[in-house]
């Protein structure tokens, strides 16, 4: 499974940016899709996952009404659409693949590389 990150950039507190992440085959149809992310001397954690097969979707509390997955069958191409971006939300943010879920990071398939999120206050 292949996964590339991309759409990360410099923000403003309050702005917004999508992050892209393209895929390879049919790893949209096959499997689980997460986000998670990793500020500067802290864990990686969860931000959001997606389950087209299952038709649910979990967000972590602190995002939850501001950032949406979304898919793009068609580009092969999963998003992260993030709005009201605050000082916090600023990390390195990877997209990943799993066969399991509720995902959990240590069940993760198969991740993307990062794509830095800064957010200016």
């Known amino acids: 499974v292949q996964l590339q990150a991309s759409g990360g950039g410099l923000v403003q507190a309050g702005g917004s940016l999508r992050l892209s992440c393209a895929t390879s085959g049919r790893t949209l149809s096959n499997y689980h899709m997460a986000w998670f992310r990793q500020a500067p001397g802290k864990e990686r954690e969860f931000v959001a996952a997606?389950?087209?097969?299952?038709?649910?979707?979990h967000y972590v509390d602190s995002v939850k009404d501001r950032f949406t997955i979304s898919r793009d069958i068609t580009k092969n191409t999963m998003y992260l659409q993030m709005n009201s971006l605050k000082p916090e939300d600023a990390a390195v943010y990877y997209c990943a693949a799993s066969n399991r879920w509720p995902i959990v990071k240590e069940g993760i398939t198969s991740w993307g590389q990062g794509t830095q999120v800064t957010v200016s206050s």
């Open positions: 997606r389950s087209w097969r299952y038709g649910a979707a």
